[in-house]
Every structure is written in C-alpha cells, then in structure tokens.
C-alpha cells in the first residue's frame, strides 16, 4: 500500500520546508521541525524577515516635505495619539522630524480606556513612551472628542503655550485630529474676516484644513498618516467596525496553558507553547468574543474560522494560512501587554513563557510594559 505523506511547505513564501541544508530555500531549523510537527511553520529566512517587520510607517515624500516645511516655522505641534490604538501613532522618521519643536501630546480617545483606569498613571505611560521617543514635549494631556472631557483643558493650554505662533495638530490616520479641532473652535468667534479653508500644503498633493485663529496666526490639521498595518486597515468594512470599541472597554479575564489555547473573535488566536499557564486580562471591543478552548489548537482556530459568523471573523481572513505566526519569547519581569494593533492587547505578568500569536498577514503584534497597571 502506498503512503500519502503531506509535504510540508513555508506558510509565508510557499517554498517546500526541508531540514537538510541551509543554503537552499524553504531551510528550516530541524529543531522547529521537530518541535511543533503539526505546526504552521515559516521558513527560516521567512522567519527572520517576518520578526523583522517594523512597525514603521512608510511616509511619503509629500509628506516629509510637509514636516521639514514646519519644522522651519517654530510653530507649536498638537501631537494627537489614539490611547486605544496607542502604538500606532509613533513613526520615528515623524519624531526625529519634530524634535525641535515644542510639542502637546494629546492622548486622544480615553473614554474608551477601561473605567477604573488610573489616570495619572497612564499620563505617565504616555509621557514615558514619548521620552523615550526623544520628543520635547512640553505636556500631556488626555483627552476624549466624543466626551468632551479635557477639551476646554486643552484649548486652555494651546492659548497658554502658543505665544502667538501657528499651531499643526499632527498624527496618524483616525487619532481624531479633526474631532479635536472641531471641539475646540465650537465656541470661537471668528473676527479674522478669513475662512476655514481645506488647505493645500506647499509644493505637496496633500490636503488638510487651516483655520484662522488671530491676525497673523492659523491652526492646521495636517492629513494623518497611515498605519497600513493596523487590522482597521487590514480587515474588511462589516469586521473593521466590530473591532473598534464605541464604549469603555472591559477586562475579560482568561487562563491559557499549553493544553488551552485562546481566540479573539476569528482573528486572532493564541497558544501558549511554553510557560506556566497565564492569566490574561483582555481589553477588546465587547462586540468581539473572547474564548478560550482545551485541546488541540489548531483544530479549535480552524473551526472557529470555519463557522465563525459575521460579527467576528473576516471575510478576507478564512484560512490559517493567510494568518502570520509570531512566537513571542517573555524575558521581561512584571506587568506586559501584548497587542495587537487596531484590536487592542491583553495584560500579563511576564514569566519567560512564549506565545505563539496569529494575526491576519501584515497586522503589527508588540509587547510593551502594561499600559494599565492598576486596573481591577
Ligand atoms: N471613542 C472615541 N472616538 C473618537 C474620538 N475622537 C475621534 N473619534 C472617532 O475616531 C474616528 C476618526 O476621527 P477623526 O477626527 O476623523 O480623526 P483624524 O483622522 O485624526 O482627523 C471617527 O470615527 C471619530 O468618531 C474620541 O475621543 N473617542
Ligand atoms: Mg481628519
């Protein structure tokens, strides 16, 4: 009788895996081979390549051109984040263009933060992150659009540290610039005799708004950049609106272990293929289900994605194969996120386990110290 064998093939290149040698393609380690048989594997020079992914925004040249433009001016920069979607909103290339000039960060979007959280200590995260992204900022504000809270803060702070100069709200892609500016000027009177005009930037194709705001001063918003790897982008309309939340998110706790796997909705699932078992404190939109399985894996992701209905899966992403595999290895100590951009992050304590993360092709999957420390 003869024997069907499935031969093995890299889930990212398509190339057929062999252990034997490294110089050709589809080479794998033959540890990894051996370690997860029935896994969904990556070439090694796949491997790298995927773990070497940036979260990087790629800017285009107009919009450099824009940056370099303002950085000439001196000019105050609103710089607004989106808490939830927090990773999101840092390009390097942006903050190295801003590094001279005074900045307001604006954590945008904290009515969405889970009810207890701690105000003063995500402040602190915020400023944290920004530090370490060497932007002079001058303060931190959170702010929500929807809310309306901090709003009359901000337009305070703007008036204060402004000393009459222009004013560019700048950020990715839905942080909320123009829900902010709307919310500012409500109430502002125009007596310039100049419009609110959409804008062209000099010398660029790209638009944004200018709004008069004093005899020589205007407020700009500056079109956002784009996070092509955030699954809002990535995924398709009826989904991408499930996933953003419309209120507060909750914790929804779970354990996983090596015998019992995790998947958000169908587009995300989780193994743990090495540590104790974990507790992770999930912050996902409610609309989305959270469900943890005992058993196989892979049998579980796959059947989810198989009957999984509207609300919760793509239709875009229906097969594994079309999912990146990331394996997360936790040297850190303490309270952990692990996100996912655009879906939100589970909160753990690190203990050198390593999760194994699925995620749609393209998405960005990141570990940071926990955004939330002290949420019950
Ligand atoms: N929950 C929440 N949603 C917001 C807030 N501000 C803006 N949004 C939503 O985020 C999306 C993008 O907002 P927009 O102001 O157009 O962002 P922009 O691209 O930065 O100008 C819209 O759907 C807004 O309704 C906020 O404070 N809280
Ligand atoms: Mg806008």
């Excluded at 909103?89 to 307001?104: A, H, K, N, P």
């Excluded at 587009?267 to 999930?282: A, P, Q, R, S």
Aim: aromatic share 10%; with cysteine; charged share 25%.
């Amino acid at each position: 009788m003869s024997i069907l064998k499935k031969v093995k093939r890299c889930s990212h290149c398509g190339s057929i895996l062999q252990a034997e040698d490294p110089t050709k393609s589809g080479y794998i380690s033959p540890l990894i081979l051996k370690k997860y048989p029935d896994g969904i594997l990556l070439c090694d020079s796949c491997f790298n390549e995927v773990k070497q992914e940036k979260s990087e925004v790629i800017l285009n040249k107009d919009f450099i051109k824009v940056l370099e433009a303002i950085k000439k001016t001196n000019s105050l920069i609103i710089y607004v984040l989106d808490i939830f979607s927090f990773e999101g909103g840092f390009s390097s290339e942006v903050t190295e263009l801003l590094s001279d000039l005074d900045v307001i960060a604006v954590a945008n979007k904290v009515d969405l933060m889970p009810l207890k959280s701690d105000e003063r200590q995500l402040k602190e995260y915020v400023s944290h992150r920004l530090r370490v992204a060497k932007l002079n900022v001058k303060d931190v504000i959170l702010t929500s659009s929807n809310t309306g809270y901090n709003i009359d803060k901000l337009r305070e702070l703007i008036a204060e540290t402004r000393n009459h100069r222009d004013v560019y709200f700048l950020g990715s892609q839905n942080s909320g610039k123009s829900s902010l500016i709307s919310e500012i000027i409500k109430n502002f009177n125009n007596t310039t005799g100049r419009m609110i005009v959409t804008y062209t930037f000099p010398e660029t194709s790209l638009r944004g708004f200018r709004i008069p705001t004093g005899t020589k001063n205007y407020i700009y918003e500056v079109p956002g950049f784009p996070i092509n790897n955030s699954l809002i982008n990535i995924l398709d309309k009826p989904i991408s609106t499930y996933i953003i939340p419309k209120k507060p998110v909750e914790n929804r706790k779970v354990t996983i272990s090596e015998k019992v796997s995790l998947a958000i909705g169908g587009i995300c699932f989780v193994e743990l293929t090495d540590g104790e078992k974990t507790v992770l404190n999930c912050y996902f939109s409610s609309k989305i289900d959270v469900k943890t399985k005992r058993g196989e894996a892979l049998k579980f992701f796959n059947s989810i994605l198989k009957n999984g209905d509207q609300k919760n899966t793509s239709f875009k992403f229906r097969d594994l194969s079309n999912f990146d595999v990331y394996d997360f290895f936790v040297e850190e100590k303490g309270e952990r996120d692990l996100g996912i951009l655009g879906l939100g992050w589970m909160q753990f304590k690190g203990n050198s386990q390593t999760f194994r993360v699925y995620v749609p092709r393209g998405t960005y999957v990141f570990t940071t110290r926990a955004k939330l420390n002290n949420v019950k």
